[in-house]
Each structure stands twice: as structure tokens, then as C-alpha cells.
């Protein structure tokens, strides 16, 4: 019953990246050319979801860089798109808020900070 289910999540995937490979103008996803050729178009949005569900799991979270999601969806979801780790420790650290959500976050993150310890989310490490 698994295996019909994971063959029945493949044909699906497929599907969608047939209609997305159409939509970018690509004739066939057979056509390894057009697929090099149109990879700057596509976007990644990598999630916790991403490590048990995908082989480009380990390449995408490296392309992920500094974004929140590398430390899991709950933190990515409460930074927002637009706060990056190196922001989110600069807030921590009393940088001065530049917008109403870096002024919500500044003190929720120093609040987490004297429960956890400063030197444990500074630098990044378990106490
Ligand atoms: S690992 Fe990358 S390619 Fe795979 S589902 Fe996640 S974001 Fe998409």
C-alpha cells in the first residue's frame, strides 16, 4: 500500500512539473538544454518537509544560505520572509528595529534569549 502511494505522490510531482516546464515555455522535460536554460527561473522553497520527501534536500538547504527555514519551519514562519538570520541575531543583539515586525521580534528574541542564556543562542550552540 506504501509503494503505491509514494508511485501514485511520483506521478503527481511529475505531472506538476510538466505543467509548471510547459508554462516556462519548455516543450519537453526531455529536453536537458531547456531545462539548463531555464534554471535561473526556478526557485526553491526549502522546508523541513524538503529532507524527508527529496534528493536535492542536502543541495537546496545549502542554497538556503542564511535564510530562517534552515533552522526549521517554526522559525522560519516566525521571522517572516524578509528577516534573515544575520538580522534576526543583529535584533537580538539590540540592533535598532527598522519596521513594525523588527520591533515585535527585537524582544520576543531577547525574551528567548535570558531563558536559554545569551552565549547559548549567540554562539549558536546547546549549553
Ligand atoms: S529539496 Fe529543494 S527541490 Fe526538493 S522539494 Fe525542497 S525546495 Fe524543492
Do not use: K
Amino acid at each position: 500500500m506504501a509503494l503505491l502511494f509514494e508511485m501514485r505522490r511520483v506521478l503527481v510531482t511529475m505531472a506538476q512539473v510538466g505543467t509548471r516546464m510547459h508554462a516556462l515555455g519548455l516543450a519537453s522535460t526531455a529536453d536537458a538544454e531547456g531545462l539548463a536554460a531555464l534554471s535561473p527561473q526556478l526557485t526553491t522553497t526549502y522546508q523541513e518537509s524538503c529532507v524527508a520527501g527529496c534528493l536535492l534536500a542536502q543541495i537546496c538547504r545549502q542554497n538556503a544560505g542564511a535564510q530562517p527555514s534552515v533552522l526549521g519551519d517554526h522559525v522560519a514562519q516566525t521571522l517572516g520572509e524578509t528577516i534573515d538570520l544575520p538580522r534576526a541575531l543583529a535584533l537580538l543583539q539590540d540592533a535598532p528595529a527598522t519596521n513594525e515586525r523588527e520591533a515585535w521580534l527585537g524582544p520576543v528574541l531577547r525574551e528567548a534569549a535570558a531563558l536559554f542564556g545569551p552565549s547559548t543562542i549567540v554562539q549558536g550552540r546547546a549549553a
